[in-house]
């Protein structure tokens, strides 16, 4: 269908309190919807045990991310962490997987800490920096896609402004140099995740200008041809999309967010023929984001549950026609966050599914007749409407709560202590850990948000 039949059909998609437009048939509308992200992946951190790459592959990803961590190592410890890393890469493509590594910009080498940074302009701190990622992409050669990071970590110690973006452009070039010579079999992508602090590493997140410099520089990148083009990729943080400091940061200073990328940007992409144009949405998956509500400082999650929430970014990445969407777990130890999980790479396979369907799906893993599963499902729900995102979210960009029958958390917890015990699977699904210890998780959770809100009753009124 060409344009010009395009113009008459435009849907508004209220994702948020803030809409985003996208002009289409309804025939388009309905194809964008129901289709498969091509890359459904995992910033996975580092190489896992067998049964996280079983548990992910069965969850729907074909794509994991590991970072080199690598320039933090005493000498003495670098061979056998590239070795593993080497060993990682080519077990997680036995099981089926893509695998990306992320390779970090201007960053200082062991013996300093992992955010100390060199001034770009340096040319010789800047030809060791590019020798040392000159010798990761040989070790890790057999990567399918090597990924360039811009900036947390990274970035300009002094306020450079704009020549501070042109000089990551600079390095970012010398970079895919070194893939094509070195890995000529793998793919080269840029990752914007904070290229603002290359302006100046010292811009506060926590005000406008930097999500506004953010979408700024993100712009020119994509836009510059010379670096973003059939043989580079390019991955989006859609911070402005989701993410809960930046809704803090504009609700406070009573503006909207500008979107970005649009669907009409990353159209323009697509005709210049560029093929990975992903999302790089980190948190949601891991619930806590920036750490100021919930369990800050206290206490890891004992279980999260975030899938409205990555039911809106994944539509959102559908809607404007990203090609690939990547979210970040706590590698080996993401059994903490396996709803979530499941629940993010079930959205980039399935538009038509809801959170509901999904958490019917998960918790009929769980328990060990109907009766269990429905109240596992419940808890879920439960725990969900007074999660930690949901906490650190403006209230008008919140997902509506769900309908649950539990109004506190000690009815839940009750309803959870009288289903049947159980510790093997019920059904051919390979969870991470038995329903038993799941169930555990859960608890524990509950008891928690009753401690934290011993008055709070479920929102249950609130039809999603």
């Given at each position: 269908?060409?344009?010009?039949?395009?113009?008459?059909?435009?849907?508004?998609?209220?994702a948020t309190?803030?809409?985003?437009v996208?002009?289409q048939?309804p025939?388009?509308a309905?194809?964008v919807?129901k289709?498969t992200l091509?890359t459904?992946g995992?910033?996975?951190?580092?190489?896992?045990?067998?049964?996280?790459?079983?548990?992910?592959?069965?969850c729907g990803?074909?794509f994991?991310?590991f970072i080199?961590?690598?320039l933090w190592?005493?000498?003495?410890e670098?061979?056998?962490y590239?070795?593993?890393?080497?060993?990682?890469?080519?077990?997680a493509?036995?099981?089926?997987?893509?695998?990306?590594?992320l390779?970090?910009?201007n960053?200082?080498?062991?013996?300093h800490?992992w955010?100390?940074t060199?001034?770009p302009r340096?040319?010789?701190?800047?030809?060791?920096r590019?020798a040392?990622?000159?010798?990761?992409?040989?070790?890790c050669?057999k990567?399918?896609?090597m990924?360039?990071?811009?900036?947390d970590?990274g970035g300009a110690?002094?306020s450079?402004?704009a020549e501070?973006?042109?000089?990551?452009?600079d390095m970012?070039?010398?970079v895919?140099?070194?893939?094509?010579?070195y890995?000529?079999?793998?793919?080269?992508?840029?990752n914007?995740?904070?290229?603002?602090?290359?302006?100046?590493?010292?811009?506060?997140?926590w005000?406008?200008f930097?999500?506004?410099?953010?979408?700024?520089?993100?712009?020119?990148?994509a836009?510059d041809?010379?670096l973003?083009n059939?043989?580079t990729g390019?991955?989006?943080?859609?911070?402005?999309y989701?993410?809960?400091?930046?809704?803090?940061?504009?609700?406070?200073?009573?503006v909207?967010?500008?979107?970005?990328p649009?669907a009409?940007?990353?159209?323009?992409?697509k005709?210049?023929?560029?093929?990975?144009?992903?999302?790089?949405?980190?948190?949601?998956i891991?619930?806590?984001?920036d750490?100021y509500?919930g369990?800050?400082?206290?206490?890891?999650?004992?279980?999260?549950?975030?899938?409205?929430?990555?039911?809106?970014?994944?539509?959102d990445a559908?809607?404007?026609g990203l090609?690939?969407?990547?979210?970040n777990?706590?590698g080996s130890?993401s059994a903490?966050e396996a709803?979530?999980?499941?629940?993010f790479?079930?959205f980039c396979?399935?538009g038509?599914l809801t959170?509901e369907?999904?958490?019917?799906?998960?918790?009929?893993?769980l328990?060990?007749d109907?009766t269990?599963?429905e109240?596992?499902?419940q808890v879920?729900?439960?725990?969900?409407?007074?999660?930690t995102?949901?906490?650190?979210?403006?209230e008008?960009?919140?997902?509506a709560a769900?309908?649950?029958?539990?109004?506190?958390a000690?009815?839940a917890?009750?309803?959870?202590e009288?289903?049947?015990?159980h510790?093997?699977?019920?059904?051919q699904?390979?969870?991470l850990?038995?329903?038993?210890?799941?169930?555990?998780?859960?608890?524990d959770?509950?008891r928690d948000?009753?401690a934290?809100?011993?008055?709070?009753?479920?929102?249950?009124?609130?039809?999603?």
């Amino acid at each position: 269908m060409g344009y010009k039949q395009l113009i008459k059909s435009c849907i508004i998609v209220f994702a948020t309190g803030l809409s985003a437009v996208a002009c289409q048939s309804p025939e388009e509308a309905t194809s964008v919807r129901k289709s498969t992200l091509e890359t459904i992946g995992l910033y996975a951190f580092d190489a896992a045990e067998e049964e996280h790459y079983i548990f992910w592959k069965a969850c729907g990803y074909n794509f994991l991310q590991f970072i080199d961590k690598g320039l933090w190592l005493s000498p003495e410890e670098q061979d056998g962490y590239y070795e593993r890393l080497a060993r990682g890469i080519e077990d997680a493509q036995r099981h089926g997987f893509k695998v990306g590594i992320l390779l970090q910009s201007n960053l200082l080498s062991y013996p300093h800490d992992w955010w100390e940074t060199f001034d770009p302009r340096d040319s010789m701190q800047m030809q060791a920096r590019l020798a040392t990622i000159e010798a990761v992409v040989k070790r890790c050669r057999k990567a399918d896609v090597m990924e360039f990071y811009a900036g947390d970590p990274g970035g300009a110690p002094d306020s450079l402004g704009a020549e501070g973006i042109a000089l990551w452009k600079d390095m970012a070039q010398e970079v895919r140099h070194l893939v094509h010579q070195y890995a000529p079999t793998a793919m080269f992508n840029v990752n914007i995740w904070a290229v603002s602090h290359w302006d100046y590493i010292q811009i506060s997140p926590w005000a406008t200008f930097f999500w506004d410099k953010e979408v700024q520089y993100g712009r020119g990148i994509a836009g510059d041809t010379s670096l973003v083009n059939p043989m580079t990729g390019i991955e989006f943080p859609l911070h402005n999309y989701y993410r809960s400091l930046a809704f803090k940061a504009y609700e406070e200073a009573g503006v909207d967010p500008e979107r970005f990328p649009t669907a009409d940007g990353i159209r323009a992409l697509k005709q210049r023929g560029i093929e990975r144009i992903w999302g790089w949405a980190h948190f949601l998956i891991d619930e806590v984001d920036d750490g100021y509500t919930g369990y800050a400082g206290t206490k890891t999650h004992p279980a999260q549950a975030e899938t409205r929430y990555l039911h809106r970014i994944v539509s959102d990445a559908r809607q404007i026609g990203l090609t690939g969407m990547i979210s970040n777990c706590d590698g080996s130890n993401s059994a903490v966050e396996a709803m979530n999980v499941y629940a993010f790479a079930r959205f980039c396979q399935d538009g038509d599914l809801t959170p509901e369907k999904v958490i019917d799906e998960y918790a009929s893993y769980l328990g060990a007749d109907t009766t269990s599963q429905e109240v596992i499902a419940q808890v879920i729900r439960f725990i969900e409407n007074h999660s930690t995102w949901e906490q650190s979210l403006p209230e008008r960009n919140r997902v509506a709560a769900f309908t649950c029958r539990f109004e506190t958390a000690g009815a839940a917890l009750d309803a959870l202590e009288r289903i049947p015990h159980h510790s093997s699977q019920t059904k051919q699904f390979p969870l991470l850990e038995s329903p038993a210890e799941y169930l555990i998780r859960l608890k524990d959770r509950l008891r928690d948000i009753a401690a934290l809100n011993p008055d709070v009753s479920s929102p249950s009124s609130t039809q999603r």
